[in-house]
């Protein structure tokens, strides 16, 4: 092996990938069809995430130089997966299968794209199969306490836990896989505690920073309840979620017709039981940010752009319903057209700064600033006497910030692009 090469693999296994891959280049400058040099570049990318349709690239040169090693159709189904492109990942990690059924990675990469795909009783057939082969792998490990968390078996999903942390008491990725279960559970505090030692164990592992996040935010009653609702649609598939939500609309639809058929006020515990669903969860994880603001402590825990999401989305919700109550009560009453275009214009915010699409930043921060000018315009007609006026823009208003809770459906307006 050539000392560009080894000198590549050991600048890749202290993560500095970018003199990574300038050695590894350097060896394939001279070997240019050396298919260990071409995989090495491709599992560089990979780890890097930077350019991983250019990792694709190289380990699809790996394989046309050898396209019986197994090892090379487990990276590139590895990387499949990291672009979203599960079933190619799922066909990947099966040609590696039959090529080498006894490889532990190659189960373990079918049961990620089991497990991305929410085909949970087969992604956890497959961890269990990749932990046969291979009892010591802690990434098959956390994987398979992560199927049987989100099929609610928290007590398997432990004792999985505890057996790689007998093995391996130092590791933070499992105590990070640990939180996340009794978040799950509902043990905060536990979550908490263990998030915390997964970060005093890797102070850069993002995984354990957001789910000390989210259990700091789950103090919040009303946060709660949202995190249940987002670890059940976390058990279902893309398609199924749409499903769902559109069941739910069909089913409140129904519901507030026989209602209304009844007694004309009966209808508005549902409706407002359905307001709260379909705009609560897009507030929810702003609103929380909103909270950790004001505890010195769990604010550390908070990423420049969580802080502004916090400030903005809190800022224009308890602010618009502070005028909005004002203006029905002591206050004009243009006072509460534009607190309700504030707590409106709330929603859309929300999916600003957090938003991993550029596209999605763009379409969402004019939405909501449509929704503020909206409420402006309303607020300034009210008080000159031209209150007639207004209903339009209220109008414009009110549909601006609906669009935004079906826009927010779309995954390429919420994801950071393919990369």
């Keep these: 092996m050539s000392v560009h090469l080894n000198q590549g693999r050991f600048l890749r296994e202290r993560r ?5 891959k300038a050695a590894i ?23 890097e995430g930077t350019d991983r349709r250019a990792a694709l690239a190289d380990v699809e040169r790996a394989i046309g130089l050898d396209p019986e090693n197994p090892a090379a159709h487990c990276v590139r189904s590895s990387i499949l997966n990291a672009l979203d492109r599960h079933q190619e990942a799922l066909a990947a990690a099966d040609e590696a299968r039959g090529l080498d059924p006894e490889n532990a ?17 087969e992604a956890e057939e497959a961890a269990r199969q990749s932990l046969a082969l291979d009892p010591m792998d802690e990434s098959a490990s956390n ?16 004792v999985e836990i505890e057996r790689h942390l007998a093995r391996d008491p130092e590791n933070a990725w499992t105590f990070a896989t640990a939180g996340w279960t009794a978040l799950n559970r509902g043990d905060r505090k536990q979550a908490e505690e263990l998030f915390r030692e997964a970060l005093r164990l890797d102070p850069e592992m993002e995984h354990a920073r957001i789910g000390l996040r989210e259990a700091y935010k789950a103090r919040s009653l009303f946060y709660r309840l949202y995190l249940r609702w987002v670890f059940f649609m976390q058990r279902h598939s893309a398609q199924n979620r749409w499903l ?9 639809r129904f519901g507030r017709a026989i209602l209304a058929a009844v007694h004309p006020l009966a209808a508005v515990p549902l409706v407002i039981a359905y307001l709260l669903f379909a ?3 897009w507030l929810a994880s702003g609103l929380g940010h909103f909270l950790l603001l004001k505890d010195p402590l769990a ?74 000018a909206c409420g402006a315009g309303a607020f300034f007609l009210t008080l000159s006497g031209t209150g007639g006026e207004a209903g339009g823009l209220i109008g414009i208003g009110a549909l601006a910030a609906m669009a935004s809770t079906w826009l927010g459906g779309i995954h390429s307006l919420t994801n950071a692009p393919p990369r």
């Design 16 to 20: 500095r990938f970018a003199e990574a």
């Design 244 to 252: 769902i939500v559109i069941g739910i609309y069909v089913a409140f």
């Design 143 to 158: 994987l398979l306490s992560t199927i049987l968390r989100l099929q609610q078996r928290f007590d398997e999903a432990e």
């Design 25 to 47: 280049r350097q060896h394939l400058a001279i070997a240019p069809n050396d298919f260990s040099g071409h995989l090495e570049l491709a599992i560089t990318g990979w780890m």
């Design 279 to 281: 705009f609560g969860s």
């Design 299 to 372: 604010r550390l825990s908070l990423t420049r752009s969580e802080k502004l999401d916090g400030a903005v989305v809190g800022g224009l919700f308890l602010g618009g319903i502070a005028l909005l109550v004002g203006g029905l009560t002591i206050l004009p009453v243009a006072f509460a057209f534009l607190g309700g275009a504030m707590t409106a214009a709330a929603i859309p915010g929300g999916m600003v700064f957090e938003n991993e699409s550029p596209k999605g930043r763009l379409v969402f921060g004019a939405l909501a600033l449509t929704v503020l």
């Design 105 to 121: 990675f190659a189960w373990e990469c079918r049961a990620h794209a089991m497990l991305d795909m929410r085909r949970l009783p």
